[in-house]
């Protein structure tokens, strides 16, 4: 089992950016993949970046590709979302949530596929 902790949500201003951060602990080892959801209220968790945690691979939805990008840092040990040109449709809840076994590629951002999950940091983005 893997503990996943984020941090790096808040505020921010539409077209402003905000970095957040997973730091992944436990038997990070068996870690398939790390990816990055958001849930707004009233609405289904959806999932918006994944990361192939051995080769660094990423996934997007159509929601945020070009806008955001999903790292590791090899250093701080831990997956980032920085996030650009954010607006009030990215507000939401945003979890990181960690895999252990091979995901097909059209399931990369299902949450089905993934079993260990944090806690969740608040994004807001004012207009």
């Known amino acids: 089992q893997v503990q996943l902790v984020e941090s790096g949500g808040g505020s921010a201003q539409a077209g402003g950016s905000l970095t957040l951060s997973c730091a992944p602990s436990?038997?990070?080892?068996?870690?398939?993949?790390i990816a990055w959801f958001r849930q707004a209220p009233g609405k289904e968790r959806e999932g918006v970046a994944a990361?192939?945690?051995?080769?660094?691979?990423?996934y997007y939805s159509d929601s945020v590709k070009g806008r955001f990008t999903i790292s590791r840092d090899y250093v701080k040990k831990t997956v980032d979302l920085q996030m650009n040109n954010l607006n009030a449709d990215d507000t939401a809840m945003y979890y990181c949530?960690?895999?252990?076994?091979?995901?097909?590629?059209?399931?990369?951002?299902?949450?089905?596929?993934?079993?260990?999950w944090g806690q969740g940091t608040q994004v807001t983005v004012s207009s």
């Open positions: 949530a960690a895999a252990h076994l091979s995901i097909p590629y059209a399931s990369r951002l299902s949450v089905s596929e993934y079993s260990d």
């Open positions: 436990g038997y990070t080892a068996g870690i398939s993949y």
């Open positions: 990361l192939f945690y051995g080769a660094s691979s990423t």
